[in-house]
């Protein structure tokens, strides 16, 4: 019998290359992971995110992903009102009078060496880890805990938050979730739902928050 689960795609075509993109995963259960990675990064560039606009972050587990990517977005808030800063020219006064230095033409680099292009804030987060239930309640404390606080992050900060924990009962389970099964069927990546996600959700918000909505 046919599944009718999956993520349908999208009407339009996605246009990703004006996105800037975070993934923050977990270290553990790792095979996983790096399939899972592997998966929304592939994505993320079909969609035509560039490459230097995709930040990838690691934290030891899942119950670090929400911390981690409250800081990432604010994070990328303050990187973007420091290079909205670099551009007005670093305004400088001095006894004989202002100086002023050379304000850096659009995609020049900065002082660190980074591309304004690559400097504002996220337009989707990916939130990456893999729960696996055990013989003690700790799978459903992290799994609970992590969900709530990821959709709170989401609501509170405006910025799209992508749920990829896989949250499930068995080694088997998480390894066709990833697409790596050991047996005939290996199972669909579930990380490159996660990646068009990213990208749509980043889309829609910025055209939702310039007021402009499909007819």
């Known amino acids: ?3 009718i689960k999956g993520l349908e795609a999208p009407t339009e075509k996605l246009n990703g290359e004006d996105l800037r993109i ?3 995963h977990a270290r553990w259960n790792r095979e996983v992971i790096d399939a899972l990675l592997a998966g ?26 929400p911390m981690a990517c409250a800081k990432v977005i604010a994070g990328s808030h303050i990187q973007a009102a420091s290079s909205e800063a ?8 001095s006894p ?16 660190a ?3 304004l292009a690559q400097s504002g804030p996220f337009d989707a987060v990916i939130a990456i880890g893999v729960l696996i239930k055990g013989s003690t309640m700790h799978f459903e404390y992290i799994c ?26 068995t080694d088997e389970q998480a390894l066709e979730r990833a697409g790596i099964a050991k047996g005939a069927n290996k199972g669909h990546n579930h990380g490159e739902d996660w990646g068009n996600a990213a990208v749509e959700m980043g889309l829609k918000c910025k055209r939702w928050a ?5 007819a």
């Open 1 to 3: 019998m046919a599944t």
């Open 22 to 24: 975070c993934i923050v």
């Open 40 to 65: 929304a990064l592939a994505k993320l560039a079909a969609a035509g995110v560039k490459k230097e606009n995709i930040v990838v972050e690691s934290v030891p587990g899942s119950f670090e992903l």
């Open 86 to 93: 670099d551009l007005l020219g670093g305004l400088t006064f």
């Open 96 to 111: 004989k009078g202002p100086s002023r230095t050379p304000t850096p033409a659009p995609g020049a680099s900065g002082a």
């Open 113 to 115: 060496g980074t591309s």
């Open 144 to 169: 609970d805990a992590v969900s709530h606080s990821l959709m709170k992050l989401q609501v509170d900060s405006g910025i799209p938050v992508i749920f990829g924990v896989l949250t499930v009962l």
């Open 210 to 214: 310039s007021g402009n909505f499909a």
